[in-house]
């Protein structure tokens, strides 16, 4: 089953300063994995995610992302844990990471989706 457009689109976090990123819970279930899975890839590749492929969320930026965009909602409690966010690079890297035919189809569509976003942008 493909993703639509707009379920991409709404996972899309905007924050001050930060390219435009997808949470790795949303992330996650896009590709059909436990967001545990998503950040032990992560944390066994450091070098395969560079800040501007994934990066952490601050807790500034955590109450930033549940104050501007309630669609989206951060499972995480505390201080300790906070969310990584993916950009469009972060999100293929992770597909090939992950390696599931899931993982592929969904990140070619969320390339697209980050793509046609970018195009608005520069009109």
Do not use: H, W
């Amino acid at each position: 089953m493909e993703l639509t457009v707009k379920e991409i689109q709404s996972q899309i976090v905007d924050i001050p300063m930060r390219p435009p990123a997808i949470l790795d819970s949303a992330i996650a279930a896009f590709y059909g994995v436990d967001t545990r899975e998503v950040n032990q890839a992560v944390s066994r590749n450091p070098k395969k995610f560079p800040p501007d492929f994934c990066f952490q969320l601050t807790m500034e930026e955590v109450g930033f992302v549940r104050k501007n965009r309630s669609q989206i909602v951060i499972k995480y409690a505390g201080e300790k844990v906070r969310p990584r966010a993916f950009t469009r690079e972060g999100c293929n890297m992770l597909a090939t990471i992950l390696g599931s035919d899931i993982a592929i189809d969904r990140c070619i569509q969320i390339i697209r989706v980050f793509s046609a976003m970018e195009a608005e942008c520069v009109r």
